[in-house]
């Protein structure tokens, strides 16, 4: 699998935008960019995922690079129930035998009320 | 509607004891996914299921675990003669389908098993 490069911890002010980077200069063709966040003490959960336009749904937006060699999680307005881990993953999803995820490290968003 | 939903949520065994642990899934999802997660790491997938067939079994630390999914709805994983090590957080998760671009996957509230 591609390899995702994230920032260790990221803070943020309570109702500000939020941009969490991902690096994955790797990247093939056929691989989505997939985040999920991980409340603590809980199990992740999906945020969203994309293969090359931007896609927007009710938690976040994710901008895509035109290269796709990088993508960015944008939460417009972050709460204190945002503070998480979060994982930018690729996924080869045209193919078969390419079902599990493979996180990383992530980053540790911290939300300062 | 309900959620994956795993038994126990905490486990404390004594080393050298077998302990299973089990994962119900969203209902209706083909797919299910074992991973673990301990003290301070990232997750580390072990297992997945296909209906009730494993193909991938790429994850499993060694022959002491295992899993099975016999009607390819809930899931039992067991590990035999517990060692610390294998102290961590296990989760369950589940998808409608497996793989692919809308095979989103549902995380369980997990097990926290303690080996001492």
């Known amino acids: 699998d591609a390899k995702t490069t994230q920032p260790n911890s990221m803070e943020s002010n309570e109702e500000e935008p939020v941009h969490l980077p991902c690096n994955h200069s790797t990247i093939s063709g056929t691989d989505y960019i997939h985040w999920y966040r991980q409340l603590p003490s809980q199990g992740p959960e999906y945020v969203i995922h994309g293969l090359t336009s931007n896609v927007n749904n009710r938690m976040a937006s994710l901008a895509i690079a035109e290269d796709r060699k990088s993508s960015t999680l944008i939460l417009h307005r972050a709460t204190l129930r945002d503070a998480a881990v979060y994982y930018c993953i690729l996924r080869d999803d045209f193919n078969f035998g390419n079902e599990k995820l493979t996180f990383g490290t992530g980053t540790r968003l911290t939300i300062i009320p | ?116």
């Open chain 2, 1 to 116: 509607g309900a959620g994956v939903s795993q038994s126990p949520s905490n486990k404390v065994t004594e080393k050298g004891k077998d302990v299973e642990l089990r994962c119900d899934p969203i209902s209706g999802h083909t797919a299910l996914y074992w991973y673990r997660q301990s003290l301070g790491q990232g997750l580390e997938f072990l297992i997945y299921f296909q209906g009730n067939s494993a193909p991938d079994k790429s994850g499993l630390p060694s022959d002491r675990f295992s899993a099975e999914r016999p009607k390819g709805s809930f899931s039992t994983l067991e590990i035999q003669r517990t060692e610390q090590g294998d102290s961590a957080m296990y989760l369950c998760a589940s998808s409608l389908i497996a793989g692919g671009p809308t095979g989103e996957q549902y995380f369980g509230p997990g097990t926290r098993l303690t080996v001492t």
